[in-house]
T-cell receptor, first 112, second 115 residues
Framework: TQLLEQSPQFLSIQEGENLTVYCNSSSVFSSLQWYRQEPGEGPVLLVTVVTGGEVKKLKRLTFQFGDARKDSSLHITAAQPGDTGLYLC????????????FGPGTRLSVLP | EAGVAQSPRYKIIEKRQSVAFWCNPISGHATLYWYQQILGQGPKLLIQFQNNGVVDDSQLPKDRFSAERLKGVDSTLKIQPAKLEDSAVYLCASNLWGVSPDTQYFGPGTRLTVL
């Protein structure tokens, strides 16, 4: 069974600070997705990483896929209150990347 | 492009009652997923459809949960009878089969409270 772990589980920081959250597994994934979920809503896709070692940037967010495609990190620079939410990683497997397993999430709170 | 639609958004029932949730995926998306998300946890896959066939239902509590996607488009998830521990958000997602990298798109979810 493929499992994803995320750390930290909770994070509370002040506006303007930097942070990194991690997603780790002992399994190899064909791709990995990061989502942000706000209360009362479904997860919204932020990025998909596919290649080992890949780095993608989305404004103040930087995503990295581990060389072995087993782990990933999300770094936020100068966090803002609008970044508050539950950050979920999901690994895709199966012949066509159709099978997804989710981590438990990191709940981020950015205080003004 | 319209997103994944779900209804109802909220449902409150008493234990032992029945409830049904509806999902309409993004047009053309062959794969449809139902997830259960308990408060404070990540989504857990209940069932995955490819068109109107079941690909994976290994984590679906089949004694009380059932799901169908008869025409390969929209889908219904049913719980009968509900238990207190079924209180959760039920998420529907879809993706376009065979496209790499595969990415799933989520609906807003149905929040179920069982009293």
């Amino acid at each position: 069974t493929q499992l994803l772990e995320q750390s930290p589980q909770f994070l509370s920081i002040q506006e303007g600070e930097n942070l990194t959250v991690y997603c780790n597994s002992s399994s190899v994934f064909s791709s990995l997705q990061w989502y942000r979920q706000e209360p009362g809503e479904g997860p919204v896709l932020l990025v998909t990483v596919v290649t080992g070692g890949e780095v993608k940037k989305l404004k103040r967010l930087t995503f990295q896929f581990g060389d072995a495609r087993k782990d990933s990190s999300l770094h936020i620079t100068a966090a803002q209150p609008g970044d508050t939410g539950l950050y979920l990683c999901a690994g895709a497997g199966g012949n066509y990347g159709q099978n997804f397993v989710f981590g438990p999430g990191t709940r981020l709170s950015v205080l003004p | 492009e319209a997103g994944v639609a779900q209804s109802p958004r909220y449902k409150i029932i008493e234990k032992r009652q029945s409830v049904a949730f509806w999902c309409n995926p993004i047009s053309g998306h062959a794969t449809l997923y139902w997830y259960q998300q308990i408060l404070g946890q990540g989504p857990k896959l209940l069932i995955q459809f490819q068109n109107n066939g079941v690909v994976d239902d290994s984590q679906l509590p089949k004694d009380r949960f059932s799901a169908e996607r008869l025409k390969g488009v929209d889908s219904t998830l049913k719980i009968q009878p509900a238990k207190l521990e079924d209180s959760a958000v039920y998420l529907c997602a879809s993706n376009l089969w065979g496209v790499s990298p595969d990415t799933q798109y989520f609906g807003p979810g149905t929040r179920l409270t069982v009293l």
